[in-house]
């Protein structure tokens, strides 16, 4: 542990955790509410202004929508940038500072890659494959902002035998797998952000079963955890526990909302629960202080 929780230095890799992850979500308020081309242009919202103006033709509230949404990431990037200069001044004299330095620098890169994919995907009309690797690189970023703060503020850990490690690297290979999927299943579905944007083409029906598959396999494998755990009771047990909680909160969500024509609350407290679910699942993976592939950092 480098900085206290509660230490307003400390308290900033928390909240850079936070913001990271209402990007995923009001993003997905962005596409829920058909805003995704209230802003119509890139950089600029509108051709001549940086910013929404009356009488556009989007209409305000699509446009301010939108506009938030790129607010937000102006407000991660402060936090971000911060950030990077309180790690690579207290870590000048840790032996991790690589480690620490790399994490708070992939931050700014991450962000900057997000404004530019976010252009991009306006000025494709949001073409479903921009969308995908838009939320896909939010995760990343997610779980590298989640690393970071594990670094500067510490997490306990627990060493683990080979069985749990095994199970461990599956839940975050499987749960990678399932955002995938779950990417694609919203690419060939409605709420795609505006009226007129193109779908992937896929059987919305086939691939949502499919991503509900792999959801009862990393259901399965978070089962099989709490066996081999229940005895010793330690941090592995209870943060599985946790993520248990979270798959069956998101898991309900996800049949609730497919068996209803996919209202947009149900679909946003879905989105809201995958950021949840992979938080849940990079945090217990790093309980075990175990690398994801051997010789490669994590």
Known sequence: MI???????GRLFTLLLILQSALVVTGGAVRLTGSGLGCPTWPECTPGSYTPVPNQAEGQLHAWIEFGNRLLTFALLLVALIAVFIAVKISKDLTNRSEIRSLAI????????????????????LHPATVALHLLLSMLLISGAASLRFAMVGIATQSVDSNTSILLRAQVIVTAIILIIGSIV???????????TVRFGFDPQ?????HAEFVIVLSVITLIMWLFNRKNKGLIYKRNNILLLVILFQGGI???????????LLVGFHLLGSTLTWIAVWSLFKTANIKLLKGVRS
């Open 186 to 196: 919203t690419g060939s579905g409605p709420h795609a952000g505006d009226d007129e």
């Open 106 to 125: 992939g931050q700014i890169l991450g962000i900057f890659g997000q404004g530019i994919l976010g252009g991009i995907t306006v000025l494709t009309q």
């Open 3 to 9: 900085l206290t929780r509660k230490s307003i230095k």
């Open 206 to 210: 086939a691939v949502s079963v499919l």
């Open 254 to 264: 996800g049949y609730v909302q497919y068996f209803n024509g996919l209202p947009e």
